[in-house]
């Protein structure tokens, strides 16, 4: 018998935000891969590619041409996943396992700039600001809408997290209920606030601050870190250090730190393997659904999936979707690497 | 305004077992994919690969030796996620935000058949009879082990799901703490039994078969169906008819019935795409925690990920992770497309 050792030993950790486990294995990153290997593109972009579909001035595939806009631009997803239909809809509570129900929404693309072949970590802070800037417009038009109750801002990055398209863009899904996600999500914040008067967030944060193992950035309004519970190898998550609950309440100050911060992680993320590094991010934030929340604390979860390299991933499967998430390196570990890489990007000391 | 149509319009669908939503978008099957696709190997293997660490005779990693064994094989995973030692441990209540606690485990390998070639629609009933066999031996000698309270057995099939060797097997991860999926899983079967005092599923395989357009296969004793909150393309459950709730409480007929129902859906399977069709399959069961568990009823889920061919897959990714699980073709459209599926492998009329 031995004492535990969060560092050696295989355990499990508690995520209050969803109120879910993780397992943990330190030890088995040891472990040899034979397996998949992805493949990366490590072709230099075009400042414009002609054929592309997101390029300025270029058509879509439903014939409409893209503007020549020059800073971020927006517009309604050819193929969304939601419809605004209005749906006539009588609830049948017989159906004890057949329970369905008619969803409203709508789907926008944001791209990130005209130019095909910049991404975050490679655009200017000024430019940044601007993305922000369209966030901040899209969650209050789109919030505003009678029938959207929540709107999802996210990105996919990298043709291993679904990306079809290199040209640096994002997603926004607004829509009628709360996804499941959200949803747990705000029962925990909730019960927190209703019991402590704070944000579970502004506490996780004091107490990260605190220990220090895990943070990977701070700056006067943010910090990024990975978190206690984080599944995915190089998870991070940027937590604002004020109670602000949604991105329209970012006074120009946070704006400016967060478009700095957002730049310095992908940058980081970028030099951990040299390569343009895949994540799917996401901004969790109040509903629009004329509410208060007070619980609600703003941060923008960054899932990549690369384990060892800019090839290899951690893959999500059997275990994993039949019992836990799994990760094979600590999140102390992964924050220590994150922390230590630079904030130069590796391409610019190259040219 | 419409009235809502459940084969056209988007809408969102519960699943009973895990108390989540999933996003419905039957018309989105129609999208164009210019993203990435998954490399397939078409190459005919060998029968018996010299190189492979799980053919018989053959060395592995640790410098062991395989037997030549000649049905099924089962080792210890030799890079297991968790380990076997008793730890000490006090929990510390002070931790609101770092809760971890060790977890003890273990991690077995199951080789399905000698023939490094044969997955499973490939094998004889007989042949799948003994791998039944290898898991109801495996379900009780590691739920007998005092530290074990629950056995996970598993399969990751292909690369494109995390597989690093060819050779047909499938896992068992067994561990003191009820994985979190099993542990929602249970919480739902529970309640619906204290109810009902019948188990959900016995209920819900009623229910479906009366509907009938769900239904892959029947025989007398189980059911493959896509289930109707099913998130996966071409996801499937096997459920046994009668309300057992283990796999050593199967009758000889019932075993029998499970080996030719997996050969059946294995076998539409690979002749959906005609190519060797990957998934994460497991079987949910009853915890060996020592109590009677009546509200557990034995499934085995199949979890495919492509979703057009044999190289372009669903990604769950951005919206997914950060909202709801989301699906572009209706449940009983992939049972219909399965069930439409011949049973008689395609390999086998080439030959
Ligand atoms: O079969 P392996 O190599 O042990 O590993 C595979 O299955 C495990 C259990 O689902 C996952 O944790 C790994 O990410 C995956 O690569
Ligand atoms: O960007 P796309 O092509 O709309 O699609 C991508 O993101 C969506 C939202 O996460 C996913 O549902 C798709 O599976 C993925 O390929």
Redesign the interface.
Known sequence: ????D?NE??????N?LIN??V???P??A???????NE?ISTEQLPKYDPTCYLCPGNVR?NGVNNPAYESSFVFEND?????Q?????EDDIKH??????????ISRVVCFSPRHDLTLPEMEIADIENIIKTWQKEYTDLGNIKFINHV?I???KG???????PHPHG?I?AQS?L????EKTQNSLKSYYDKNKRTLLE??VT??LK?GERIVIENDHFVALVP?WAIWPYETMIVSKRAVNKITNFTAEESKSFAKILKQLTTKYDNLFNTSFPY???I?QSPTDGLDHPEWHFHM?F?PPLLRSATVKK?M???E??????R?ITPEKSAEILRQLSEVHYKSLVK
């Open positions: 018998m031995k004492n535990f969060i030993d295989p355990h499990r950790r508690f209050p879910e486990w397992l943990v294995s030890h088995r040891k472990r040899p891969w034979q397996g998949q493949t595939a193929f969304a996943a939601m419809k239909d209005e749906i006539i809809f004890t396992f057949f329970k369905a129900k008619p969803e409203q929404g999802q996210f990105e996919n043709s291993v997290m679904g990306c079809s398209n997603q899904w209920s996804p499941t996600q959200v506490d996780y107490a990260e220990a206690f799917s991010s996401g969790h979860h899932y893959f499967v059997g275990y979707m039949m019992g836990e998430s799994q094979d």
